[in-house]
């Protein structure tokens, strides 16, 4: 599985942002997809993930009721609306493909994009 972000920018805190994952590869509807984060200094960390039908999402805390993870097996795409964006959002993002059901371990995910900066200004 091959994957490619896009949709990061920079926005003023409140904004929006939508940033898709394309994946290739058949068996793209046998993956869990899910986005990290990484902050400059810090750790990489899970953000949120879909599992292999998209009827089971996980959201960080942080995120929950601002973030909106879903996919479509059709197009092989998994997007993820952020609205209300916070300063703290400021991260390299990166699309991920595990196949176990939504694990938040970095270490479970096989595959990973190049990512994709988002920068939210105060």
Not at 7 to 27: E, H, I, P
């Amino acid at each position: 599985v091959q994957l490619v972000e896009s949709g990061g920018g920079s926005v003023q805190a409140g904004g929006s942002l939508r940033l898709s994952c394309a994946a290739s590869g058949r068996t793209f509807s046998r993956y869990t997809v899910a986005w990290f984060r990484q902050a400059p200094g810090k750790e990489r960390e899970f953000v949120a993930g879909t599992g292999w039908s998209g009827s089971r999402t996980l959201y960080e805390d942080s995120v929950k009721a601002r973030f909106t993870i879903s996919r479509d097996n059709v197009k092989n795409t998994v997007t993820l609306q952020m609205s209300n964006l916070k300063p703290e959002d400021t991260a390299v993002y990166y699309c991920a493909a595990a196949r176990r059901l939504v694990p938040t371990a970095e270490r479970e995910y096989d595959y990973w994009g190049q990512g994709t900066q988002v920068t939210v200004s105060s």
